[in-house]
């Protein structure tokens, strides 16, 4: 019988890789899972070898390749907040950017050749053309974005210098929770629409929409969810796509549909049964308009079909999957 593969999962703990770790568990893979818990919960990851600690720590990962027979890594830890990037690019591009490429050496160093590697449709900046395909032109317009860019370029010249095999993937707007209801997080590190919403509900304090003068049908920003089941399973696609064919691919990860901020409002109302109260503010800096997936190359490449393309399912899943006691003492402790 073949050996199963062993998978190197940062930031395992977290909103998508702990649920990533989860599925890899499902079909059949061995996992590592290493989350400095900064955002990450500790009873988030249900199976695996979970180690506390840093992936920027050089020699704590050379300790981890040679004690563990690793075959690929799935790459998750990363700081997110775009808002934050603008604020302290330092702490952005020293972990999203510094780290990674320590990590990257050592695994080069340690003979392991594969990388899954998430990336962001910030890369995209203010898009020219919607749906945003693979090819469209990359102009980050924050440190996040950048940080995700770099990395994107330096995994490509990695392939060609070393060979290291690698996927990107270009997530849009991540939404939902674990559809069977094991995992289930605090979420007070996720500062998106939706938990925010979830807490305006929970605190009866107004959400801001940040601007109502977009050139959309309702004048707010338009966004394309995708359901971290959905994430999850082009990650799995992702990985046996470099174990069979070596290379250096990436892809975006969206239903190719937007919603705008109020129809998720709407959607949440439906979904909790509880009004949002909000208040209408200034744009915020740098939210492009409109940002919508070109998935095709997915769909095609991976035999990639997303599950979960109705906005409902993904706010009920984000709903029962959130301790909604934490959201609550957030704002009010
Ligand atoms: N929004 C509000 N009020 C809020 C929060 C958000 O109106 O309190 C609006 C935003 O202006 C935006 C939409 O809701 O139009 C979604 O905002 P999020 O902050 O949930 O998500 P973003 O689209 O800004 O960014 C997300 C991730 C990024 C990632 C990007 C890629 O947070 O990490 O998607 O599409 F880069």
Redesign the pocket.
Same mark, same amino acid.
């Given at each position: 019988m073949q050996k199963s593969k062993k998978i190197l999962v940062t930031g395992g703990a977290g909103y998508i890789g702990a649920y990533v770790n989860k599925l890899l568990q499902l079909e059949g893979y061995d996992t590592v899972v290493l989350d400095n818990l900064y955002s990450g919960e500790r009873n988030s990851v249900h199976k695996g070898f979970f180690i506390e600690g840093d992936f920027g720590d050089e020699f704590l990962m050379n300790q981890i390749f040679s004690d563990h027979r690793i075959d690929g890594v799935m790459h998750f830890a990363a700081y $997110?907040?775009?808002g934050e990037s603008y604020l302290n690019p330092m702490k952005y591009y020293a972990n999203n950017v510094s780290n990674t490429i320590s990590l990257l050496n050592t695994m080069i160093k340690n003979g392991v050749n594969h990388f899954v590697f998430s990336s962001?449709?910030?890369v995209f900046g203010i898009p020219l053309v919607c749906p945003i395909k693979e090819s469209a032109v990359m102009m980050p317009i924050n440190p996040?974005?950048e940080t995700k860019k770099i990395i994107e370029k330096i995994l490509r010249d990695y392939r060609t210098a070393y060979g290291l095999s690698s996927s990107s993937l270009r997530?849009?707007?991540?939404a939902g929770g674990d559809p069977a209801e094991e995992i289930i997080a605090k979420r007070t590190h996720v500062?998106?629409?939706?938990p925010?919403a979830f807490r305006s509900i929970l605190n009866n304090t107004p959400?801001?929409?940040?601007?109502t003068d977009y050139e959309t049908n309702d004048g $707010?920003?338009i966004?394309?969810y995708i359901h971290v089941h959905d994430i999850a399973t082009a990650h799995i696609l992702a990985l046996e796509q470099i174990f069979e064919n070596p290379g250096c691919t990436d892809y975006n990860l969206g239903i190719g549909k937007g919603f705008s901020?109020k129809e998720?409002i709407d959607v949440v109302e439906k979904v909790t049964g509880h009004v949002v109260p909000y208040q209408i503010g200034p744009r915020?800096q740098g939210?492009p308009p409109i940002?919508i997936a070109g998935s095709e190359k997915a769909q095609k490449n991976l035999g990639w079909n997303p599950l979960y393309t109705d906005l409902e399912s993904m706010v009920a899943h984000t709903w029962n999957t959130t301790v909604r006691e934490e959201l609550f003492s957030e704002l009010s402790g």
């Open positions: $997110t907040s775009v962001s449709a910030a996040y974005g997530y849009f707007n991540a500062h998106n629409l939706i925010i959400l801001t929409i940040y601007g $707010t920003c966004r394309d901020v998720v915020r939210d940002l």
